[in-house]
């Protein structure tokens, strides 16, 4: 299994920060370069305890579908979401959020391993890691940027 660990430093209040991360409109202009839409469950506004989303996208010029659950929930301080169908043989992400006197510190900590016994090992070590890496990176930007600025009124109607 591989594990990616971010910390991601946003100047902004934690509840706005988690309420972006369980954004599934900013999660769709964060994944944009990627075409992911929802195809079932949550499809917009916020996702919680239970639900689950249906995302569609294209990674490495193949159309890929992934189902996700919100496994655990606890607002504003953490979520887990958890693959239930889709191409990982395992995916467990947990998000994490704690407020400093400067902001807030997001944590991600994502759990995966792809299929195949070795041959999945050998591609999550030479080659997802750091594409999943990159795309959580990308992500963290795009909620630092909406949380620190007005833009996180475009996603968050409350």
């Known amino acids: 299994m591989s594990k990616i660990i971010l910390h991601t430093l946003i100047n902004a209040p934690i509840k706005r920060c988690f309420d972006l991360s369980t954004s599934i409109d900013l999660h769709k202009i964060s994944a944009s370069k990627t075409n992911e839409e929802t195809i079932a469950g949550v499809t917009e506004g916020l996702i919680n305890l239970h639900e689950t989303v249906t995302w569609k996208a294209k990674h490495f010029g ?11 929930y606890k607002k504003p301080n953490y979520f887990v979401d958890e693959m239930v169908d889709g191409i990982f043989k395992f995916m467990k992400h947990r998000h994490e959020f704690r407020q400093t ?3 807030t510190i997001m944590t991600d900590i994502f ?3 792809s299929p195949l016994g070795i041959l999945g090992k050998i591609v999550d070590h030479l080659i997802l890691k750091n594409y999943m890496t990159n795309f959580l990176k ?3 930007q795009i909620i ?3 949380a ?3 833009q996180w009124k475009e996603v ?3």
């Open 138 to 140: 990308k992500r963290n």
């Open 156 to 158: 968050l109607k409350n």
């Open 101 to 103: 006197e400067n902001g």
């Open 111 to 113: 759990d995966f391993s």
């Open 62 to 72: 193949f159309w890929h579908r992934m189902k996700v659950q919100i496994t655990e």
């Open 144 to 146: 630092k940027e909406f």
């Open 148 to 150: 620190e600025s007005e």
